[in-house]
């Protein structure tokens, strides 16, 4: 039935198009070549975007995709190709972020025989990814195709890598270009037939709460499950709190809204984790960052676990009821179950919290990251799309750009992953190209992926990368001041480039502030500014400490508010 | 009031114990790759395997695998979890070895003087283990039945000079009509 006229490669990108794939973000190679010429001679609707490094590629990808809550595609070659990719897998694979990442491969004669830019992409990705497959048969593309994005898409999202040799690539296809799927071990369907017993007895133990909180995390957004959320949260007059990739799910500015809670989340939230009856997590997987000391989580409350993932019940903490599904089926059902809680007095003693622990700062003394970021809220009116590096900044701007909207706000949170913000930008920028995209980075992890600034400019993209710089790598200083007897190890960064002159160099217009009066005016300029990318470069004090902080390990209720005055133990939980 | 601790830290566990003797039993994909993703699950979470035993099941599309481990108790849970996650594994269960039959099978290589010959052929016999290689001075016994009965016939040969031990580990199947 060789009636196609195709070869393997033209049979791959020809499957991705009929997936409705729009964005492919690569790196080309040897091993790619075929790969690479069906994006030439495949008609279609599928753009592809260059980047600087096979990293950047995936956290555009990622970003694409966090953006939307669609999956784009990885394209890069064999060998170093697949290997730089792996920080980038793996930061998707941390926070459930659907990707299909397509790799080069040597011949399959020349597999296991250390052929040039050979690598076992197969084995080497295996840990961090959903599922990964190795092509074998240049007729099974189609098929396979179809399974990576069905696996990458439902269920609890994430990465999925086919991994192509070349001789598969560009031999002839003489198969079905739509074959049915064959998963016999995948069933996501799974997720939309809830155990109703479970929904009524966590009915039952809502109706007898008195302090409730409702623990909101990104199964809700990846669900489409905000209004749900806000439909449960306002019946019951319930506070909320979101993790940090929850942020958005329910507005922050909403009088229920208790923000984020954990390592640094704010002071009235992690009060309310201590002191409540009833906790209700809706699609979190109660991360180390966020339960402290496991043992001594939620000692007062009953705990009503719901998410799609079976083996997230009981990794950490046991709940009283356990909700497996998809978190909008499972609201559906529980709203229908729920009467308005006399949540008053909770409600006034939680205020009474917000009062006195306040997120705030000060502003003599030198400029501070929590102004920037303060101010840049204030100025994009909490609307614009917000993506971080991992450190004091994304901390901050965690704390102090409130978000109001899934798909706002772009951090990596379980991989913790350097250098995503900026590439992850990049991406958020092209799947949405009418909205104000800021990559808000450090000064360390800008410089880990700064080389798709060439991306950016090439592009036009009106992306606004503000680097707050203080020179140090500040969250492991912070760590150092409080716990290491203020040794310094390895966390300075003096020899960092003028950012403003570099931006230039890529023909990319720069912007410096350097005074705590200058944030607004200069933030405004760069926001007006939409002839391309901008980077603005912010001088911050050098040893500002961000809190609340609960030092790992330590229970929720030992959370700094401000400055310890004693000496600190070393923390002995998670890292 | 503290809550049940979930934990990998057998300093924190309820139970210090390592568990030995769980038999986990999986039905997978018959492809590459399938049993080091499965190997993965175990090995990142510092469980032992100690024993492994792959066929290819009736529908060669699939393969049956049994799996004797050893490691931290509270993992146990999480583990099945996380084997029934892989998109490959089309089940992994525990099972109850009430309502199992779990056999394996040993190769002994004992050497021994024309003397003991009688003695070592009447333990093989006591315990229906069979001859399967018999020289002037060494013998090959196949023992097989349940984990602890293969046990005691090694013991009871080990007061000759067993050169060699070969076993296959465990093999389970549930009993009556329940799927394995």
């Known amino acids: 039935m060789s009636t196609t006229n195709l070869d393997g490669a033209q049979a791959l990108i020809k499957t991705l198009n009929d997936l409705g794939v729009e964005y492919i973000f690569g790196y080309s190679g040897g091993a790619a070549l075929p790969i690479f010429d069906a994006l030439e001679t495949v008609s279609g609707n599928i753009k592809f975007v260059l980047s600087r490094h096979e990293q950047g590629a995936c956290h555009m990808a990622d970003g694409y995709a966090r953006a939307t809550g669609k999956p784009a595609v990885v394209l890069v070659t064999s060998g170093p190709g697949a290997g730089n990719t792996i920080t980038g897998i793996m930061t998707a694979q941390m926070d459930s972020v659907p990707m299909i990442i397509i790799t080069g491969q040597q011949v399959t004669w020349m597999l296991g025989k250390d052929a ?31 399974e990576a994005y069905h696996i990458a898409t439902t269920g609890r999202p994430g990465p999925v890598l086919i991994d192509v040799p070349k001789d598969i690539s560009q031999s002839e296809f003489t198969g079905d270009l739509d074959p049915d799927i064959d998963l016999p071990g995948y069933h996501p369907e799974t997720a939309f037939e809830i155990n109703a017993d479970a929904v009524t007895r966590a009915a039952e133990i809502i109706s007898h709460a008195k302090k409730p909180v409702i623990l909101g995390g990104h199964g809700i957004m990846i669900a489409r499950a905000d209004d749900e959320l806000m439909e449960l949260a306002t019946t019951l007059n319930c506070p909320v709190t979101t993790t940090l990739l929850g942020k958005g799910i329910f507005p922050e500015t909403h009088e229920l809204s208790l923000g984020m809670l954990g390592m640094h989340g704010t002071a009235y939230a992690n009060k309310a984790m201590v002191e409540c009856d009833l906790i209700i997590n809706i699609g979190s997987r109660f991360d180390d960052r966020i339960i402290g000391q496991p043992e001594k989580f939620g000692a007062l409350a009953k705990i009503i676990h719901v998410d799609i993932d079976p083996s997230e019940m009981n990794k950490m903490i046991h709940p009283d009821v356990e909700i497996i599904g998809d978190a909008k089926v499972v609201l559906q059902a529980l709203n229908k179950q729920i009467a308005p809680l006399e949540t008053s007095g909770w409600l006034a003693n939680l205020d009474g919290y917000k009062q006195k622990f306040p997120l705030a700062y000060r502003k003599q003394g030198g400029l501070r990251m929590q102004q920037v970021l303060d101010e840049l809220y204030q100025l994009t009116d909490g609307k614009a799309v917000v993506t971080t590096d991992v450190g004091q900044h994304q901390m901050w701007a965690a704390q102090f750009y409130k978000t109001n909207a899934s798909f706002n706000w772009l951090s990596s949170g379980g991989a913790g992953t350097m250098g995503f913000g900026f590439p992850a930008a990049i991406g958020a920028q092209f799947a949405r190209p009418n909205d104000i995209v800021v ?34 790598l500040g969250m492991v200083r912070q760590w150092q001041e409080l716990f290491f007897d203020n040794r310094e190890s390895g966390v300075n960064l003096e020899g960092n480039p003028d950012f403003v002159k570099l931006a230039e160099a890529y023909g990319i217009k720069g912007f410096n502030i350097k005074r705590p009066a200058d944030v607004g005016k200069v933030l405004q300029k760069a926001l007006d500014y939409n002839d391309g990318p901008c980077v603005i470069n912010a001088e911050c004090v050098k040893t500002e400490n961000v809190f609340p902080m609960i030092p790992a390990g330590a229970a929720l209720e030992d959370m700094l508010v401000e400055p310890p005055k004693h000496k600190m133990a070393k923390p002995t939980g998670s890292t | ?25 999986m039905f997978v994909n018959n492809k590459p790759g399938v049993l080091m993703r499965i190997c993965q699950v175990f090995a990142r979470r510092a469980y032992n395997l100690d024993s492994v035993v792959v066929s290819r099941g009736r529908d060669p599309q699939f393969s049956r695998l049994t799996l004797g481990i050893s490691g931290d108790p509270a993992g146990l849970e999480q583990i099945i979890k996380q084997c029934n996650k892989l998109i490959d594994v089309i089940h992994c269960f525990e099972h109850d070895e009430r309502e199992s039959v779990t056999r394996e099978l040993a190769l002994v290589k004992v050497l021994i003087d ?32 349940n984990s602890e009965k293969v046990d005691a016939a090694v013991h009871l040969l080990s007061k000759f000079d067993i050169v060699e031990t070969v076993r296959t580990g465990k093999v389970v199947m549930a009993r009556g009509e329940a799927s394995t």
């Open chain 1, 116 to 146: 040039f830019q050979e690598a076992d992409t197969f084995g080497l990705t295996m840990p961090v990814v959903k599922h990964n497959f190795l092509v074998r048969e240049t007729n099974s593309l189609p098929r396979i195709t179809k």
């Open chain 1, 439 to 472: 990559a808000v980075v450090g000064d360390g992890g800008y410089q880990m992926t700064l080389c798709e600034l060439a991306t950016a400019a090439l592009h036009k993209l009106p992306v606004k990368v503000l680097v707050l710089n203080n020179h140090y």
């Open chain 2, 1 to 25: 009031m503290t809550r049940d601790i979930v934990t990998s830290d057998s300093s924190l566990a309820p139970s210090p114990d390592i568990v030995g003797g769980h038999t986990l039993s």
């Open chain 2, 114 to 145: 024309p003397g003991d010959r009688a003695e070592v052929l009447q333990i093989l016999e006591h315990f229906g283990a069979k001859t399967v290689d018999l020289g002037a001075s060494s013998i090959i016994a196949m023992i097989y039945g």
